[in-house]
């Protein structure tokens, strides 16, 4: 998405990923789909890519087995997400 304004961090083209291909992805599949992501935004903008990985709960709001992957994922992908090539 190209934005009009850029954003206060100063990002004017912003990549959304969706899980919903595999309606039920592993915390390392949230990880390949992030990785791909990341390279997909170097590939079409370039620079550093920014990540966030969104769910339902909001820093432990609710309890959920969904909930647990995407902590799971975003302390796996610390790591490799970091290292992406460019």
């Known amino acids: ?48 890519a920014r990540v966030a990985m969104l769910s339902f709960s909001t820093k432990g709001s609710a309890r959920h087995v969904m909930v647990d992957k995407m902590v799971e994922a975003t302390r796996l992908g610390r790591g490799p997400c970091a290292r992406v090539e460019t």
């Open 1 to 48: 998405m190209e934005l009009a304004q850029p954003t206060p961090g100063g990002e004017g083209v912003l990549i959304y990923a969706d899980a919903g291909v595999n309606p039920d992805p592993s915390p390392e599949q949230f990880v390949d789909i992030v990785v791909s992501t990341i390279r997909s935004f170097h590939a079409l903008v370039g620079g550093q």
